[in-house]
């Protein structure tokens, strides 16, 4: 008997729009080394099952499960099976569910797999297929249900001090205008109009990660727009301000646990191979 041959893996990326990034993707065995970003990555498997190294774990997602991982948490992702494992995923910037929020510590869901239907239901309209648009208006009312119930599948919080949202979206802000050149915590905080040790708690309660990794996450995703429309990774790398190439490729395999050539030829498959 003639051996199988393995489906060939593959991402697909739906059309940059609204706020939120998604994919959908097909992965035989292992899928990408252990990493963090500094989005809450929000998902479902669609077939197969789908295992990953989380907070001291080992977790396997199966259909029918909402699986939510923590903006700055390491994890990896491989298949549990021979069969390989086919899911979607949407990456969504703790910035907008603070909007929502208006300041509450972000929602931690402990394992990383949730069986609350809520959540399931709530993160329905944003794990569309990758063919399929989100009209705008629904991406926002997806976005509101999504954020309240995080809340509710996360539970009591543990009591702190209200970290202070104003001053940490200040500094967010001055992020953002600053790229292009070194920026100091000293520097934020003097935006922010607070001190730079409670700036950087608040800003890691708020947002999910540090000031230093938000700014150099947005790089990263200068980065990625240009390699995704086929720009040669050096010059990526040179437009989003990293020292070289190597620099770029070890912050990518860093956050993302693969080397952006390895991202770029995955998006290039054929979509023949994806259906």
Same mark, same amino acid.
């Given at each position: ?49 789908? =295992? %990953? ?7 396997? @997602? ?9 903006? *700055? ?9 021979? &069969?390989? +494992?086919?899911?979607? $995923? ?7 569910? /603070? ?15 949730? &069986?609350?239907?809520?959540? +399931? ?7 569309? =297929?990758?063919?399929?648009?989100? *009209? ?5 009312? &997806? ?5 309240? &119930? ?52 608040? %800003?890691?309660?708020? +947002?999910?990660? @540090?000031?230093?990794?938000?700014? $150099?996450?947005?790089?990263? *995703? ?8 086929? @720009? ?9 301000? %990293? ?14 646990? $693969? ?6 030829? $995955?998006? /290039?498959?054929?979509? @023949?191979?994806?259906?």
């Amino acid at each position: 008997m003639t051996a199988t041959k393995p489906l060939q893996d593959w991402i697909r990326r739906a059309a940059p729009s609204g706020h939120v990034e998604r994919i959908e993707a097909y992965f035989s065995g292992r899928g990408y080394d252990m990493h963090r970003h500094d989005t809450y990555a929000i998902g479902r498997t669609l077939s197969g099952v789908q =295992s %990953f190294h989380y907070r001291r774990g080992f977790r396997h @997602s199966l259909p029918g499960g909402t699986i939510v991982l923590h903006p *700055d948490e390491a994890h990896d992702g491989q298949a549990g099976t021979e &069969a390989g +494992f086919r899911y979607r $995923m949407i990456y969504v910037d703790p910035a907008l569910i /603070q909007q929502i929020l208006g300041g509450r510590p972000l929602p931690f869901i402990r394992d990383g797999i949730s &069986a609350d239907p809520r959540l +399931f239901a709530a993160s329905d309209a944003l794990l569309q =297929s990758t063919a399929r648009p989100v *009209d705008p208006l629904q991406e926002d009312d &997806a976005l509101y249900e999504l954020a309240h &119930a995080l809340c509710a599948a996360a539970g009591g919080q543990r009591g702190r001090r209200s970290p202070d949202y104003a001053a940490a979206e200040r500094a967010r802000h001055y992020i953002h205008a600053s790229l292009g050149q070194v920026i100091t915590l000293d520097e934020l905080a003097r935006a922010a109009g607070t001190d730079r040790w409670s700036l950087s708690r608040d %800003f890691r309660a708020l +947002f999910g990660t @540090s000031p230093y990794r938000y700014a $150099m996450l947005r790089r990263l *995703d200068q980065a990625r727009r240009l390699i995704a429309t086929g @720009s040669p990774l050096a010059h990526a790398a040179a437009e989003a301000g %990293f020292t070289d190439q190597s620099h770029l490729t070890r912050r990518h395999v860093q956050t993302y646990g $693969m080397t952006p050539h390895r991202w770029r030829r $995955m998006l /290039q498959v054929p979509a @023949s191979t994806q259906d």
